[in-house]
């Protein structure tokens, strides 16, 4: 299932939906990272709201897409992690280390929004 | 799942067939006898064993109607699952029962009790049926036996397990109760821990806080352990991923009250304290948490 | 509610689906929503390593019954190349391609039993039990 994303101003909502393949976050990495280099984003959100499980492989291809997005010189932050998946993303030892994060979309809004004025 | 053995072995026949008995039936044959008639005599069996609980003053705090009620349903069950030689439905009516019953205040020993009079009852009217045939008998109670003491014991297991499943709801709920995560200023939550915290009430605390800070749209969160003696390696564990699961819903955790010893033991988990904010005390804390979210702390003179 | 689920793993779609019915089999015998997360997640973890290790193999997820308490477990199978080094899969930080190798130091945080049989070339079968608090 393909993954909805929406351009808003200068930034990119990406919204993940609870049945996510492997096949999906991939598609997803390319997709993003094509967007953001076409309407020249400064900033990608990735709405997890729906997301049930974050597993090695959605965390590790999480932190892929951050990287290569920041590598365009713009921001990523993934927003909307429920407790319970972030409870067992720790425990299992998942941290998304260098990866920003926020609670949710009118966090995740604010969080880019103060970094592209930082940056200005 | 164990059945009640109803086929009898080889030996057991040929044993069976050495005397010289005519009435030599297999096991099978006697339960579906016993069965019968404990269905026959199904309505004076229950009266007498309903008699039996208000004499033996159980149940006090039901009704006689209610008492009759369940009464009827407990036999039947008891019944079908000496036919079946199943317990599930047994188990499930036992699980039910007990939820209805608890909530009135009846206790263990009173569900033991009348499951163990209505054993009673039945085996007095095999005994009263089957007198004049002494061997007979002794089959019968052969099978009645082992199948009445699984009945009482899980009828007696499903009301016990339900009990403690209670008393740990119970239990979770004081424990919620007893540390509250304080909202004392937008966007800032406040987690005193107070006592002796072991890897349960630990979990219990990290998932009560994650969804304070989901709730409360909390960006900052003070976590303030001055009031915790100890820590152990697996509960400072569980400190570390506490502020780590808080990150990920985008809020900071600032910790503070860290005794000398538990800083040791955060580092010899392999946690770098420097990675970790921590403060002195928890007023420092609060501050700080209010420099985070932008506060201006202005002295009380210049505010008037 | 079913005693045994089995679900053929060949594919990430299937991953989901295990892990799906996981999670719907520990909210039909009352685990509290977090715990069925933690379930949910390991049984996509044992999962993943079928499909990258092996390529095909099978999740049966069973009820348990203990003595006073219900589980479930997730036993996850293959016929793939097995584990040369156990140990060394158990140790944290273990990675051959670079990943987070099998993730098994993880699933065992979040499980209470856990056991793992693994042959080299005969494939690999790890068992993993969750009880109910």
Known sequence: MEVPILKQGDFLIATIQAALTDADLLHLRTALLQQVVRRRS??????????DVMDSFASRTLREIAQMIHLRGAEMVIVGIQPEVA??????GLKLEHVATALDLEEGLA?????????L | MARIETEPSSTQVAEEYSGSVEHVKPASFLLRELVAHLRDNRTQ???EWARRITEAKLLTAMTKDEIFAEATSVYDNYVEALETGTFEALQAYARNLSERIIPRG????EVVGIVLLLRDVLARSLFAKYQADFTKLNRILDAYEPAANRIANTVAVGFVQERERIIREQQEAILELSTPVLQVRERLLILPIIGVIDPQRARQLTEQLLRGIRMNRAKVVVIDITGVAAMDATVANHLVQTVEASRLLGATVIVTGLSPEIAQTIVNIGVDLGKMNTVGDLQGGIEQAEHLLGYKVVPFAEAS | MENE???PINSDQDIVTARQKGRLLAAELGFSSGDATLIATAISELARNI???AKSGRITLTVINGSARQGVQVVAQDQGPGIGDIQQALRDGFSTSGSLG???????RIVDEFEIVSEKDRGTTVKAQKWKR
Not at chain 1, 42 to 51: E, M
Not at chain 1, 111 to 119: D, F, V
């Open chain 1, 42 to 51: 400064r900033g990608v959100i990735v709405d997890v709201t729906s997301l």
């Open chain 3, 51 to 53: 499909v990258t290790y």
């Open chain 2, 106 to 109: 009846v206790e263990t020993r």
């Open chain 1, 87 to 92: 409870f067992a993303m720790v425990q299992l």
């Open chain 1, 111 to 119: 969080h880019l929004k103060q970094k592209s004025e930082s940056t």
């Open chain 3, 102 to 108: 099998l993730g098994l130091p993880g699933v065992m």
């Open chain 2, 45 to 47: 069996l229950r009266e």
């Open chain 3, 5 to 7: 689920i089995q679900v």
